[in-house]
């Protein structure tokens, strides 16, 4: 097996530093737009179910769909990042990509249903079997998404993503709310996350307007070099980011499981939804110009500025505001989640300026640097998480994933620095703005925030919010005229600005 892909599989057109930076930050918008407006629509899908269904049955979900999620990562064979990275895919290629993953998904599927007698004796509850089994059917369904669709992410063109992503988004959310409102039960969830699925799969197929896909495996041999690494790092990386529902379960029971992962949800949202779409239009970017390792690094720094710009407020805000914000979404009887907020939200925050490193050493062939950075981080933070939730519970477990944050931007820092050979500290200096705009939001919460204390929690948010994010943006924007106002993410917001008072 080829343990690195060769240096001529991937043609690298020529483009123009202006002309990828363009199309970056308009993928990135796009995408972050729709991500908004899909995690609108989530809020009130939260909302209604929190009120619904008690902590046990997301606790009971969490479970399942941690088991499913991690036999999907530890058989990922990365077909997004193979369409994406291999820009000459022919039909061939695409068809072993779709058989491939349907074999993948016929092992998860098969995998889960077995062992769900298993599991129910675990968990000494029976409800996991059909959970088990509920999961390993939809399982296989998702294996059957049209690959093909992944070259619109390649061509950097996210029109279809969002639509699939928001249509998907409203079916999963009218679906569960209406199991919940009929029935009351953990199944809400399931049949939510099951018509999602299904609407993803099918419009995969009805968005690609050349043929069917078939079965083949005739380019087998030409993907082994880049996604037997690939899969081999998705295994690990899933391990350490999908363990501990099935570590709760068995230490603090499924009430306690459902307060930490609901928590961890929310306090992970303003990262995943905020920075995972620029860091994701920014993968084909890399692809784009991975010759240039000197290009592909000044892609990258660009695209730490905008990572920072927006996600570090979200999640700082977020903690500052956790108290206000459970009560006002979620209610009284999740109060255990505050605490979880308000700890993991910031420390999710700051891994964000790094999240890109994994995309861009991937696009620049260093698949297996990955790996071995995603297996440390997996052997330092798995017993520390273990030995802490069974020493002090959900308070040790939620302590320990903040601190396992910062040992992450630490490899993720040395991953950078091994792939471009620059500085670790590199990108924290270009997230430096943000991070200076952040310590003066954060004096306003700590002192004048309290003034608002008296106020109904609904109102305290609100204002919080507001004046938090004016706060924030008028120190962002002050050290950026005290820097010599450098062509940075300020820049280009400001640019934006006036395009749209011209029209």
């Excluded at 059909?130 to 061509?155: D, K, M, S, T």
């Excluded at 690094?297 to 914000?325: C, K, M, N, Q, T």
């Excluded at 924007?477 to 300020?490: A, D, H």
């Amino acid at each position: 097996m080829t343990m690195e892909p060769q240096a001529d599989a991937v043609p690298s057109p020529a483009i123009s530093s202006r002309s990828l930076g363009g199309r970056v930050a308009k993928g990135a918008a796009l995408l972050t737009g729709a991500n908004m407006i899909a995690r609108g629509i989530g809020l009130i899908n939260t909302l209604i179910l929190s009120r619904l269904l008690i902590p046990e049955d997301f606790g009971l979900i969490a479970i399942g769909m941690t088991v499913m999620q991690l036999l999907q990562n530890f058989s990922d064979i990365g077909v997004s990042q193979a369409v994406v990275k291999y820009r000459d895919a022919d039909r061939r290629f695409l068809d072993t990509l779709f058989t491939l993953s349907i074999l993948r998904g016929a092992l998860v599927g098969g995998l889960l249903m077995a062992g769900a007698p298993l599991a129910a004796t675990f968990y000494g509850d029976d409800r996991i079997l059909f959970v088990f089994c509920a999961f390993g059917g939809l399982a296989f369904i998702n294996a059957l998404i049209n690959p093909q669709f992944y070259e619109f992410e390649r061509n950097l063109d996210f029109r279809r993503e969002v639509l699939v992503s928001l249509s998907v988004k409203l079916a999963a959310v009218l679906i569960s709310v209406l199991i919940a409102l009929i029935y009351k039960s953990y199944w809400a969830l399931i049949c939510g996350y099951g018509a999602g699925v299904l609407l993803e799969v099918v419009l995969s197929h009805l968005l690609i307007r050349e043929g069917r896909r078939r079965l083949d495996l005739s380019a087998m041999k030409e993907l082994l070099g880049f996604t037997g690494w690939l899969t081999a790092t998705s295994a690990v990386v899933a391990a350490n980011n999908k363990l501990e529902p099935l570590i709760l379960g068995r230490i603090i029971g499924f009430g306690g499981t459902g307060h930490y992962y609901l928590g961890e949800q929310f306090a992970f949202l303003p990262a995943y939804e905020l920075a995972t779409p620029i860091a994701r239009a920014l993968y084909p970017g890399f692809s784009s110009v991975q010759s240039d390792k000197k290009e592909a690094r000044r892609v990258f720094l660009r695209g730490v500025e905008a990572l920072a710009a927006i996600s570090l407020p979200a999640s700082v805000g977020l903690a500052f505001l956790a108290h206000d914000f459970v009560m006002t979404v979620l209610g009284a009887k999740w109060a255990p989640v505050i605490p979880v907020l308000q700890i993991l939200a910031p420390a999710f925050g700051f891994t964000t300026i790094y999240w890109a490193t994994e995309g861009l050493a991937l696009a620049l062939g260093r698949v297996k640097l990955v790996f071995w950075r995603a297996l440390i981080y997996f052997i330092i933070r798995t017993p520390l998480f273990i030995a802490a939730a069974i020493s002090f519970g959900l308070t040790g477990a939620v302590v320990a994933a903040a601190l396992a944050s910062v040992i992450y931007v630490g490899l993720q820092g040395q991953l950078y620095s091994h792939v471009t050979g620059d500085h670790p500290l590199r990108p924290l200096m270009s997230a430096r703005r943000s991070l200076g705009a952040v310590g003066g939001m954060s004096l306003w919460f700590l002192w004048g925030q309290p003034v608002f204390s008296g106020a109904p929690v609904l109102i305290d948010l609100v204002l919080g919010t507001l004046i938090g994010g004016l706060i924030y943006t008028g120190c962002h924007f002050g050290l950026w005229v005290l820097s010599g106002r450098s062509n940075g993410i300020e820049r280009v917001i400001l640019n934006f600005g006036r395009r749209v008072v011209q029209r």
